[in-house]
């Protein structure tokens, strides 16, 4: 236990839970959630993000009350209390792995929008080394400049929002109607396709134990995952508008297509500004989840912080070269997503089931010796 | 222990600096000097028999004089993309495609459908979804070989022109996502700009009607105003209708035909609804406001019920000409209004088909609801 308790001096302001979980929901999902969901739900795929969203602020409740029990420890303590060593290791490992594909899936993302619109002919580790150099410099601060980073950030991106007027003005919403032609089934598939696009707010589950007051954190962490549902909510419905049916199912980045449309007179394509502001949100992003993978893996074994980053650099970097082509992108993506409609959505309410189930027969236990 | 630390900044900064090197050495390199900047593409059907289409460029490039910083070149190969190898050996500077303005088909080629051409540029990050499209009567070479009294050079020439009549004139918007969300869009047809050459001069004769991807007709620019109004709210710079007062029983009115007026500054409302789904029939309403700038005769704009007489005949009028230009369109089988599109956001269907609605559309009605009211007739002085 003394081991994993957190000085005073270094712990966080419970507030920046919310940058925290902001910076990491919103990744390079933002930029081409759309079409999942449309292909599922058709033009009220509005409804299955709206959908997804009560389910969300759902399983974030039941998280902060498992924490709450658990004296708002981190997950990897969690289950190590739960499931002994053994079972508790393994059940992290399988978390660490996670964690890892979706850092590596954000990060090699990212350096495909890159490849596509800026740069085609720079090779892949280039971009690479690039965060990692920059993660290293978070990740040597710890959470205390990694929140910071994430909330710094955010307010510099956070203006890009005023450019979905753009796309406003030449979106036609009669493409909204008829309202909820969809049956139950669609709208529930668009609603997985949600999944991975949404998840990413169980960093609350680690975070938590470094914050001063984690009571509070509930609060917080329910105003950011409001603020994203908003913003996906918007972006949904801009996108329904402006594009055709047909459109939006064949686009792979309806977001930034849609800002092919913002022009000015000094600038012609507004869209490269936002590749390059998105540059910081993922960087943000992999800080967080690099910091989370290390957690783990330092809890796990006895390693120097320093080294397991520059192991994870490595597999990272082996793994976003092997990765050349879309179609591979695509077979990563749609199992992320499955994995985390698992992890985000369900995962915390079986967790607070066997943790009352375990703990009630523990408790028992204990009685019937006394 | 001080020198381990410089150590390790040491090695930290020599680590940023060899990434940066890297990043510098892998991108490839472009000085605007040397490189010919495509503004306008325009695409033919080839004369070759092995051959299928026939790309000509328009491109800007930096030269010491400045009269002949233009390119005109052309080259033929089987697919849009391909031509640029073949382009590429006739030119120097290497071609960029990112400030594309302008993209004209020749008439033939668009006659047989262009969708292959215009879905390309969709899936090049580098071009831009506001670039104008347009039909070039005969073909697109001839019209963008083509001088201008200005001298200026032809891509941005055509963009400007495009762009103007589509901002605050009779041309329907005709940029690259309007065309394609139009053509991906069930119920819809696009339109797009008919550009022709008349003495030596290019200019924007009317707009050319398109079946899915395939031109089948045109209409002039007297047609264009009514299609665009019927479209959406839009401001216009002038309008002039002929009005027939021959039969008409008004005594306000002088029994003159054709009367003609102009109207400045419209402003246009319009709505469709659908109004039974049995049919269909729809429901057209249309609000015009301008201001009254020109009367061909002399009438005495004093009374009210002068002007009152004067909007309802030319409420009427314009009713009327909407109705042929509904039949026009419906006998062409095509529907750039956008009937099919109301129709398949008004009614619960699953399968709603292009091709079914084809159908449809020959037998739809329209019920045309047209007002015209003339904010000012007074002189300003």
């Known amino acids: 236990m003394s081991e994993c308790t957190v000085p005073t001096r270094r712990k966080i302001h419970p507030a920046f839970t919310m940058s925290i979980v902001i910076t990491s929901q919103i990744t390079v999902g933002m930029l081409a959630f759309q079409k999942y969901v449309y292909k599922e739900a058709g033009h009220d795929a509005w409804f299955s993000v709206i959908a997804a969203g009560i389910c969300a602020h759902f399983s974030v409740f039941m998280i902060v009350k498992t924490l709450s029990r658990f004296n708002f420890n981190s997950l990897y303590e969690i289950h190590n209390q739960l499931f002994g060593k053994w079972g508790g290791s393994i059940i992290n490992g399988v978390l660490i792995c996670y964690w890892l594909a979706v850092s590596t899936y954000v990060l090699r993302n990212y350096i495909e929008v890159l490849l596509i619109w800026i740069f085609p002919d720079v090779p892949i580790w280039v971009f690479g080394l690039m965060f990692f150099v920059l993660i290293a410099y978070g990740l040597a601060g710890g959470l205390t400049v990694i929140s910071v980073i994430s909330f710094i950030h955010l307010l510099l991106v956070s203006w890009l929002i005023l450019l979905l007027y753009f796309p406003l003005k030449t979106a036609d919403f009669h493409q909204l109607t008829p309202v909820i032609e969809a049956n139950i089934s669609q709208l529930f598939k668009g609603m997985l396709a949600m999944g991975a696009t949404i998840g990413g707010y169980d960093v609350l589950f680690y975070t938590s134990s470094h914050m001063k007051e984690p009571h509070r954190i509930h609060r917080y962490a329910h105003m950011a995952l409001f603020i994203v549902n908003v913003l996906y909510l918007m972006i949904m419905l801009v996108s329904i508008g402006y594009y055709s049916p047909k459109q939006i199912v064949n686009n792979s980045w309806d977001t930034l297509t849609m800002l092919k449309t913002v022009g000015f007179s000094f600038l012609e394509r507004f869209e490269y500004i936002v590749i390059m502001m998105w540059f910081i949100i993922v960087l943000a992003n992999l800080m967080i989840t690099s910091w989370v993978i290390i957690q783990g893996i330092t809890r796990m074994v006895k390693v120097k912080r320093k080294n397991v980053y520059i192991g994870l650099c490595l597999v990272q970097l082996i793994i976003i070269q092997m990765l050349q082509t879309g179609d591979q992108l695509a077979v990563l993506s749609n199992l992320i997503n499955d994995v985390a409609i698992f992890l985000s959505f369900m995962y915390p309410f079986v967790l607070f089931v066997m943790a009352t189930i375990i703990l009630g027969i523990r408790c028992r236990r204990r009685k019937e010796h006394i | ?381």
């Open chain 2, 1 to 381: 222990m001080i020198i381990r630390i410089i150590r390790s900044r040491r090695k930290r900064l020599v680590l940023l600096i060899m990434v940066l090197v890297l990043c510098i050495g892998c991108a490839r390199q472009m000085i605007i000097d040397k490189l010919s900047i495509v503004i306008a593409l325009g695409y033919d059907q080839s004369q070759q028999e092995q051959e299928r289409i026939r790309t000509t460029i328009i491109a800007y490039h930096a030269t010491d004089n400045q009269a002949k910083n233009t390119l005109l070149t052309s080259a033929s190969n089987n697919t849009s993309k391909g031509v640029r190898t073949k382009l590429n050996l006739k030119m120097p500077t290497q071609d960029v495609i990112g400030q594309v303005r302008v993209i004209a088909y020749g008439e033939p080629i668009a006659r047989k459908g262009i969708i292959t051409l215009t879905d390309t540029l969709q899936r090049d990050s580098d071009i831009g979804t506001n670039v104008y499209l347009a039909i070039a009567g005969g073909s697109a070479e001839q019209i963008m070989s083509a001088t201008n009294k200005q001298q200026i050079n032809m891509g941005e020439y055509l963009y400007e022109l495009i762009r103007k009549n589509v901002n605050y004139g009779i041309i329907p918007s005709s940029n690259l996502h309007h065309f394609l969300s139009t053509y991906y869009r069930g119920g819809k047809d696009p339109v797009l700009p008919y550009l022709e050459l008349q003495q030596n001069e290019v200019v924007i004769s009317g707009v050319a009607l398109m079946k899915d991807d395939r031109m089948v007709g045109r209409l002039n620019e007297d047609d264009c105003l009514l299609l665009k109004s019927a479209m959406g709210n839009y401001k216009f710079d002038s309008f002039e209708l002929a009005l027939s007062l021959k039969e008409s029983n008004h005594h306000y009115l002088p029994r003159i035909s054709p009367l003609f007026i102009t109207l400045t500054n419209i402003k246009i409302k319009s709505n469709i609804k659908l109004a039974q789904e049995e049919g269909p029939v729809f429901d057209v309403r249309i609000r015009v406001k301008g201001q009254l700038k020109e009367v061909s005769e002399q009438i005495d704009l004093e009374k009210r019920e002068t002007i009152h007489a004067l909007e309802h005949a030319a409420s009427r009028q314009i009713a009327a000409q909407y109705e042929v230009l509904f039949k026009r369109l419906q006998q062409m089988q095509v529907d750039p209004i956008g009937y099919g599109a109301v129709y398949r956001t008004s009614v619960r269907t699953k399968q709603f088909a292009t091709e079914q609605w084809r159908d449809m559309y020959k037998h739809a009605r329209i019920r045309t609801d047209i007002k015209v009211v003339f904010t000012n007739v007074g002189i300003t002085s």
